[in-house]
């Protein structure tokens, strides 16, 4: 591989599905952590959800944790890349409370008006245009029942440039430290602004208000990623 260059993948992150589940731990620090957090949250504010969608829900991993912590929820999963989803499929087979959808973006999921009491978007927003964002975030607000629960992990821009230049350097120190070699590391950050595209935490949550979120929270975050939780009105 050439120095600073990642191989062509067969979605829209950095590894091969194949490779992601063992990948994503030295890629994003405390990835576990942040699972928790947000299963935490829902346990706070929607203990006994009926109905949860998941979106850009990659191998499946996190809906297979989400399930049995709510053995009682009926979850829908998706993605936008096939090979997550084949992986996914295997996973949850044995799983008869979770449905796995065609591969789509959370833009062009087409569930009922108000029929989710939660949806989750784990790092997988940051890839699209600000229009295309601003269309999934409207969609999630659409599909969750009033009193519904809407979290979203995502990678976030730094409000200085300084800034910026401090959280890649931490960040590619942490996947250097995780086993990456110094070449890995670079290649990953060297994405940023290029093939992802975060926002800051107050662009996050202007997104949340301008899609009809009222209540919208920042409740975890380290490094260049954080987790927020957005509740539609009653």
């Known amino acids: 591989m ?11 992150s950095a590894f091969f599905a194949a490779d992601y589940d063992e990948k994503i731990g030295s890629t994003i ?20 959800p009926k109905n949860w969608i998941e979106t850009g829900c990659g191998t499946g991993s996190f809906a297979l944790k989400a399930s049995a912590a709510f053995p009682r929820a009926k979850f829908v999963i998706s993605d936008p890349s096939e090979g997550m989803l084949k992986i996914a499929r295997s996973k949850v087979a044995e799983q008869p409370q979770i449905t796995v959808l065609d591969a789509q973006g959370t833009q062009d ?21 600000p229009m295309t964002r601003r269309k999934t975030t409207l969609n999630c607000f659409r599909m969750l029942r009033p009193g519904g629960l809407y979290i979203t992990v995502e990678n976030i821009k730094p409000a200085t440039d300084h800034g ?8 590619k120190n942490f996947q250097i430290r995780s086993g990456k070699s110094l070449e ?3 290649a990953h950050v060297n994405r940023f602004g290029k093939e992802f595209f975060p926002l800051t935490i107050r662009e996050h949550r202007n997104l949340l208000q301008d899609a009809g979120f009222k209540t919208r929270e920042l409740f975890w975050a380290s490094y260049m990623q954080a987790a927020f939780y957005a509740v539609k009105d009653l």
Do not use: M
Not at 164 to 171: A, F, P, Q, T
């Open 109 to 129: 999921f087409a569930l009922e008006d108000e029929s989710a009491d939660v949806i989750t978007a784990i790092l997988c927003h940051h890839y699209l245009d």
């Open 2 to 12: 050439r120095r600073g260059v990642l191989p062509v993948s067969d979605n829209q």
């Open 184 to 186: 890995e590391a670079e």
């Open 29 to 48: 620090p405390n990835y576990q952590v942040i699972q928790n957090e947000i299963l935490d949250v829902i346990h706070t504010l929607r203990p006994d």
């Open 164 to 171: 910026i230049s401090i959280g890649l350097e931490r960040w």
